[in-house]
């Protein structure tokens, strides 16, 4: 029932910037931790970003000064504003809901991801 979809992946180069949108359904954004998450080709799966009900947000060193996360209650949707991007920040990007934090806790739902690529 619950549904995450995530948009807004592309190619850029290097210090560009990029918008992620992931579009929720079955579930209230503002009810969950809401978490990013990417991997890339032969790597674990890690977490970059989070924003919890409260509006306060945690971010992994390597995004840090460089991506912004941000929810729309209206429209139901949690962005990940990247800017500064670096080829090693290419992945693919996934959004998570989490019912505890994002960051320490498995996430509960999850999107199919969307592809990230920065060139060199």
Known sequence: QVQLVESGGGLVQTGGSLRLSCT???????????????????????????????????????????????????????????????????????CAACLMDCRSFRPNFWGQGTQVTVSS
Not at 39 to 59: C, D, L
Not at 66 to 91: H, Y
């Open 24 to 94: 929720a359904s079955g579930i209230t954004v503002s009810a969950y931790d809401m978490g990013w998450f990417r991997q890339a080709p032969g790597k674990e799966r890690k977490f970059v970003a989070s924003i919890r009900r409260g509006g306060s947000t945690a971010y992994a060193d390597s995004v840090k000064g460089r991506f912004t996360v941000s929810s729309d209650s209206a429209k139901n949707t949690v962005d990940l504003q990247m800017s500064s991007l670096k080829p090693e920040d290419t992945a693919t990007y996934s």
